[in-house]
C-alpha cells in the first residue's frame, strides 16, 4: 500500500507540471504493466521481487497520473467561451458562500441555474463581485459587517464575465490553478442591482452557507470594533480575509500562520478533545459501554466533531484532507484491528488526492502530511515511554527542523523563533481560544466570545515580543527543486534514535539548500526583470553587486498590494536583501500603491520619486527628487535619469503622469528605458531637450512602453527617436482602459519592435550578456517558461 500511495500521489504531481493535457487513451498502457505484475506474483526471486515492486510503483504512477489528467479535462471543458467575456449576460442562480466583503463591495460564489441570455454559454460555478457607488464606501465598515445579500439566496443578475486569469511571477502565487482546484470556472463583476428572487433555497450546501453567514455576523456583532476579531472569524469559519496585512506578517515571522485558520491542527485538536470527553463519559455508564464499546463511540463522536467542524469552515480543500486523514484513522480505530502509521497515512494519502487531484500542487497538503510522516518516524517505534515534557520537547525539535527544507522552498524563509512561539500559541490557540470562540458562536451567550479574544489578544502581545528579537526570522533565496533531496536525507539522518552515531552529519544535507544562491549577472551586465502586476509597473533591475526598483505596483485594496503580493516575494525569492535604490515614478496607485509595503519589508538605501514631499517614508531612508542629469555607475551599468526637469516641480500645470522620473539603463550588452507614465507633451520635451544628442540619449535597445499603451503616448516621433527592438506592455487582462490601444501598437510594428505584453506574457526577464565579444540580450516571459495546462485557454 505504501509503494503504491507513493506511486499514484508522484504520478499526480508529475500530472500538475505538465505544460499540456495527455490524451487519455493512453491510461490503457497500464493494463500490460498490470498483467505483468500478476504473472510474476507468485515469484520467488529476489530479482524477481524488486522488480515487481518497481512496476508496482510504475502502475500507480500512470494511474496517478491519467487519474489527475480525467480529472482535469472534465473540468476544462467547462470554460467562458473567449467570444462571450466582458459582455453583459443575464442569469438566475443561487449565491453559494457567504458574502466576503471589502471596502469596495461584495464578493461570493455565484452557482448558475439559468442562462437568460440567449446563445450564451457560461460555467456553471462563477465568482462574482458587487462593487458599491463610491458614496456608500465611506460607510464600508458597517457595510462589511452586515451585507445586503445572504447565502442561499436567489438572485437575477447581469454579469461581466471572464475566464480566471492571474499575474504570473517567479516566486509568486498562481491563482489558475488555485481557482482551478476549487471549481470557479469564471469570475466577474455584477452591473445594477441584483433581484431577489427567492429568500432562501432550502438545500443542504445552503443551509450549511446560511449557517456560516449567522455565525459571521454574530461574531461581527460581539467584537464590533475590536482589532483581532478578522482573527477569530478565521478561527471558527475560515474566512481570513478580515485579517490584516500587519498581522499576517506577524503571523508568518512568528511561524504561527498555520494557527490563524482553520487549520487541520484545530480539527485534530477538537476531535481529540471529543474523543477525550466521550470516552471519559462513556466508560462510567455501563449499559451505553455494553451496547457500544467505549473507544469506537469515542471514535465516532470524535469524526462528527471533525465533520461539523469541516463544515463550519466551508468544507474548504484543505479542511477535507484533515478530515479524510482523520477518517482513515477513525476507521482503523473502529475495526478494531493493529495497524501501522505509515498505512495509514498511506491510504489516506491516496483518499485525498482521488478525491482531489490538485491538492499534490498545494503547500497545505504537503506541510500536514509531511508533519505526520515525521512526528511518526521521530517518535514513534520507542522501546520506553519519555516523559510527557520530553516529548513536548522532542515533537517541537522534530517539526522545526524536519519542516525546514519545504518552508525554505515554498515559502523562502522560516521563523528561528517559531518552537517558542508555537509551544504557547498552539496550546493556547488549540486548546482555549478556538472551543471558546466556537462556544460563543454558536450559544446566545457573549462571554465565550468575549475570553477567546482576551487571550487571543494576550498571545499577540507575546508573539509581537518576539518578534522583536533580532534573529526572529531566516530569510534566504528560492533553493533549487533538487537540493530538497539531500536536505530530506539529513532530516531522516539527524532524527534517527539515539544511539545512532554520528546522526550531526545530516546538517550536511541542508549545505545545498542554503549555499547554492542564484546567479547574479556578470561584472558590465545586467537583468531586469518586468514584473506581471496586473495593470502597473514594477521593475527589477540587477547588476553583479545592486538591486534597482522601478515602481511597486498597486494597492489593491486595505489587505493586498502589489508590493507584498509579487514585488517582496519576487526579491525574497532572488536572494535580494535590500534595495540599493528605489524609484517610484510619480502619484498614481498603480505605480505608487506597493510602495509602502516594499518600504516596510525590504530594506532601502536611497529613495527617488516626483511624489509629494507630504507623502511619509521610513526615516532611515535617504530622500530625494528624481531629475533630469542625476546619473550613478554600478558594477560595469551606467543609469541617467532624464525626465523631469527640476523646474517642472513647480509648474502647476503639469499633470502627475507627465512628472514620472524617466530612466535610461545602459550595460555593454544593450540599453533600457523606463518611462513610467509619461504623456505626449513629456515625450515632446524629452525628445527637444535631448535634440543634439538624440542618438546617445533617447535610443535604447528595449523600451518599456510610456502610460501601458495609452493613446495619449507613444507619439510617433517619440516611437522613432527610441527606436526599440524590443517593447513591453505592462497592462492588466482585459482591462477597462483597453490598454494597449491598436493604434499605438501598430506603431511599434511599423518600426518592426518585438511586442510582449505582460497580462498574456507574464513577468518578462531581460538578460543583458555578453557572449564573447558579441552583445545579447535575451528575452525569456514567465508563461512561456512556466507553462502549464490550465494556461493552455489564455
Known sequence: MILFALGFV?????????PFLPDLIWSLSVLPLFFIH???RHAQSRFVGLFRAQLWILIALILGFFWSAAFATYRLAEALPVHWQNKPIELV????????LTEHGTRFNFAVEHILTAD???PEHLSLSIYRKREQQSQAHELMQFPDFKAGQRLRVVARLKRPHSVQNPHGFDFESWSLAENIRAIGNVNGKPVILDAFVWRPQYVVERTRQIVKQRIAKVLMNKPYSGVVQALVMGDDSQISVKDWQLFLRTGITHLMSISGLHITMLSGLMFV?????WRRIPNLSNKVPTRKAATFAGLLTALIYALVAGFSVPTQRTLYMLMVFGVALWSGRRFVIAQVLALALVIVVLIDPWSVISAGFWLSFGAVALLSFAMGARIATPHWLKVAVQTQWAVTIGMLPLLLIMFHQASIISPVANAIAIPLISFFVTPLALLGSFLPIDWPLHLAYYLLERCVIFLDWLNQLPVAVWQQHAPTRWTLAPAVVGVVWMLLPRGVPLRWLGVFGFLPMILISPSRPALGDMKATILDVGQGLSVVVQTSKHTLLYDAGAKFNAQSDAGSRVVVPFLQGEGVQKLDGFIVTHDDNDHSGGMGSVLTLMPVDWFASSIPQTVTIPPNVER????????????GVDFEMLYPNLTDYDNVRIKDNDRSCVLKITSESGSLLLTG????????ALISENSSSLPAMLKSDVLVVPHHGSKTSSTQDFVEAVAPSVVIFTVGYLNRFKHPRPEVIARYKTINSNIYQSDYHGAIELNFNKQGTTPEIAVRNWRAQRKRYWHDAF
Open 38 to 40: 500478476v504473472c510474476l
Open 277 to 281: 470527553l466521550v470516552n471519559f463519559v
Open 120 to 122: 450564451a454559454i457560461v
Open 10 to 18: 508522484l504520478g499526480a504531481f508529475i500530472l500538475q507540471q505538465m
Open 677 to 684: 507614465d509619461i504623456e505626449r507633451n513629456a515625450e515632446s
Open 624 to 635: 530625494m527628487k528624481c531629475y533630469a542629469g542625476q546619473s550613478w555607475h554600478w558594477d
Open 93 to 100: 442562480g443561487v449565491v453559494a458562500s457567504v458574502p466576503v
